[in-house]
């Protein structure tokens, strides 16, 4: 974030306010914005913002805030004060950090940013840059000429776009198979068979670029399969065909269709009993223009019929940091303006007399994610390495809630004693659990322990256990 003159006076008179214990201080314990020290107002209220990690013993720091994808549990602000309330901000992909699927990690929090509509800070339509996309008409091809196109340049009714193949939605496996049924062209490094135009290549700006926007609009369908499952987290796969003029066959969040411009403007691959019964059903859309056009609406008249979407789009106050407007706050600045406010709002009810305790209101409809299904059968595959991540990933969340709620600090070395402690009695299983890696290679190792295969004994019996462990040490 860039800081003008005026800016920098006020930064600099921030810290005297802080000295003189007059604004409340929201600490980012994880370096994300850059902010060494920052005084800023929002609206009526005023909260200073640093990352500098030596505010954590000052008594007006009342939030310590933590960005998800670079949460470390081994650096937390332990002990914990009674005052302290921690926030947690990540909009990414729950592959990133899915202890954060886990009740035992999530509760820790006091406020969260996410993409769950649950969220206290709910970042669900974050990759929909403007309402207006949806409608505007920039890349739209009309389904004759669609129809057209797809035989002079030998297109395929379906296209896939896919360079991060080993994802824990496993969607190229649903691919491989649906491509038995249906011809797919798959421009990416997954499942490639055909090459992107030259100046695509590029991985930095390639998804972005508008000769790849006007490639895209040429296809009827597009795949959109997000890289994990969360009730609530959907991205730009598929928003994007949205705003192409293309029909998205949607595999991820289970709600989307809450969001969809139309109730008939996308795919859902969990109405089809098989990757067979879908491609059926794509036939019989790609060979009726009629029924095809109906899920265009939104682009051939121009109006968005979904009134949760039109409200949520038109009452966000703030940037999604992906368009044009620099006039509006982003997603950050709005997250850290919100906290601002909680803290204020609090302190008023403590002065009015009313008890401000410290609670948690977070549990995990704030980030919810469960383990990963195969996409085909919709079973656990216990051969996918993504299960084992995601199990551990529960074993480590019930330790680390256990150990942070009893304000115990330790080690890298003390918590690879807990795990491996925790394997020799069986309640979890070492790396690999005895099973192959099936598809895929295998993603870099995490810091701080192996992956479990097998289903988790209750959190408060492995907390317990962790806590135990830890106290033996």
């Known amino acids: 974030m860039g800081s003008t003159d005026s800016e920098k006076s006020l930064s600099l008179a921030g810290d005297t306010s802080v000295a003189n214990g007059s604004h409340p201080i929201i600490l980012w314990w994880t370096p994300f914005t850059g ?9 009526e209220n005023t909260c200073y913002f640093t990352e500098n990690q030596t505010y954590l013993s000052n008594p007006k720091t009342k939030v310590v805030a933590f960005y998800g994808s670079s949460f470390n549990h081994l650096n937390l602000p332990i002990p914990r004060q009674p005052w302290h309330e921690w926030a947690l901000l990540h909009e990414e992909s729950p592959k990133n ?27 669900t339509l974050l990759s929909l840059p403007k309402l207006s996309d949806i409608t505007d008409g920039k890349y739209f091809i009309p389904v004759a000429k669609k129809n057209l196109i797809r035989v002079q340049e030998g297109l395929s009714p379906i296209a896939y776009v896919q360079s991060s193949c080993n994802a824990p939605s496993e969607r190229d496996l649903y691919v491989e198979e649906l491509q038995k049924f249906i011809k ?4 990416g490094k997954c499942l490639n068979n055909k090459p992107l135009p030259q100046q695509l290549k590029d991985p930095a700006d ?14 009827k369908f597009t795949i959109a399969f997000e890289n994990a499952i969360g009730d609530d987290y959907i991205t730009e796969k598929l928003w994007r065909p949205l705003i192409l003029g293309s029909v998205p066959i949607y595999m991820g969040s289970l709600s989307f269709e809450d969001w969809l411009p139309h109730s008939n403007s996308a795919v859902s691959v969990r109405n089809f009993t098989s990757p067979e019964s879908l491609a059926d059903y794509l036939h019989s859309l790609n060979d009726d223009d009629i029924a095809y056009s109906r899920m265009l609406s939104h682009k051939l008249h121009g109006t968005v019929d979904n009134n949760d979407l039109i409200v949520a789009m038109e009452s966000r106050s703030w940037s999604a940091g992906h368009d044009d407007d620099f006039q509006s706050e982003n997603f950050v600045e709005a997250f850290e303006c919100f906290l601002c406010s909680e803290i204020h709002r609090k302190q008023l009810e403590e002065n009015a007399g009313y008890s401000t305790r410290r609670e948690s209101s977070v549990d ?7 383990a990963p299904l195969h996409p085909v059968t919709q079973k656990i595959n216990f051969d996918s390495w993504w299960v084992e ?23 890298s070395e003390e918590f690879h004693k807990i795990i491996n402690r925790l394997v020799k009695s069986s309640c979890i299983e ?17 810091q701080f322990g192996s992956q479990s295969s097998t289903p988790l004994a209750s959190s408060e019996t492995l907390g317990e256990k962790a806590a135990h462990i830890h106290g033996s040490l």
């Open 35 to 43: 902010e060494t020290g920052n005084l800023r107002t929002c609206g």
């Open 97 to 123: 950090n899915p202890s954060f699927c886990y009740s035992a990690l999530i509760s820790l929090f006091n406020y969260t940013g996410t993409w769950s509509r649950k969220s206290s800070f709910p970042l």
């Open 184 to 187: 797919i062209d798959s421009y």
């Open 206 to 219: 390639g998804m972005n670029n508008e000769d790849f926007f006007q490639l895209m609009a040429k296809y």
């Open 364 to 370: 995990t409809s704030h980030y919810n994610c469960s």
């Open 389 to 411: 991540h995601w199990n551990h990933a529960g074993a480590e969340a019930n330790i680390i809630g256990r150990l942070a709620l009893r304000n115990l600090n330790y080690t």
């Open 430 to 446: 070492p790396r690999n659990g005895g099973r192959s890696q099936g598809t895929g290679h295998r993603p870099k190792q995490q």
